[in-house]
């Protein structure tokens, strides 16, 4: 079974400052690792994703995220935030077969001006 | 790219009164799609996990009998939200895999639901 964790249920930046949220995962087998970031009263939009190719993976809109197996994590960051930034981010873990895929709990960030 | 269609987007209803939501893959065919609940400013449940031809499976606590799950075709899934009361109302969004990989999973715009 897997499962994700993410620390930090609301997250303020300054803008122009770093975005880091937290998402730490379980799973008894490799996992597959998503970022997705949700607009208020709108659809999930992808991120980025770790599917076993390179560790450090670079999604849209600036984001990246690098996949530590010895920290079982999958931190999510941006160099500079802007203000459209602002959304809820959720991270998820999949296996790589069968039919579980599952979310965090959230994470809501600010950007303030 | 791959696209899920979910109608309607919003959705307002009685309470006793059914609502049925639809969700298609619009460029390729689903296998399996999945259904999920999200009330405000918390995450995505993953409700019942639809499967074309058979049952669906659901995850425990959710009642088969209060959301009726039909996968009728590769390409179209619905959730029947059965005798609808205020508590049901959420966003309820959808999910369909190309090909089963889980690895590329595209959603729907997601179908706000409020029962008065």
């Known amino acids: 079974a897997q499962s994700v964790t993410q620390l930090g249920s609301h997250v303020s930046v300054s803008e122009g400052a770093l975005v880091l949220l937290r998402c730490n995962y379980s799973s008894s087998v490799p996992p597959y690792l998503f970022w997705y970031v949700q607009y208020p009263n709108q659809g999930l939009q992808l991120l980025l994703k770790?599917?076993?190719?390179?560790?450090l993976v670079k999604g849209i809109n600036g984001f990246e995220a690098e996949f530590k197996k010895s920290e079982t994590s999958f931190h999510l960051t941006k160099p500079s935030a802007h203000m459209s930034d602002a959304a809820e981010y959720f991270c998820a873990v999949s296996g790589r077969t069968g039919n579980q895929f599952y979310f965090g709990t959230g994470t809501s960030l600010t950007v303030i001006p | 790219g791959a696209v899920v269609s979910q109608h309607p987007s919003w959705v307002i209803c009685k309470s006793g009164t059914s609502v049925k939501i639809e969700c298609r893959s619009l460029d390729f065919q689903a296998t399996t799609m999945f259904w999920y609940r999200q009330f405000p400013k918390q995450s995505l449940m993953l409700m019942a996990t639809?499967?074309?031809?058979?049952?669906?499976?659901?995850e425990q606590g959710v009642e088969k009998d209060k959301f009726l799950i039909n996968h009728a075709s590769l390409t179209l899934s619905t959730l029947t939200v059965t005798s609808a009361h205020p508590e049901d109302s959420s966003f309820y969004i959808c999910s369909a895999p190309p090909a089963g990989s889980l690895e590329k999973l595209f959603f729907g715009s997601g179908t706000q639901l409020s029962v008065l």
């Open positions: 770790y599917t076993s190719a390179a560790t």
């Open positions: 639809s499967n074309e031809g058979s049952k669906a499976t659901y």
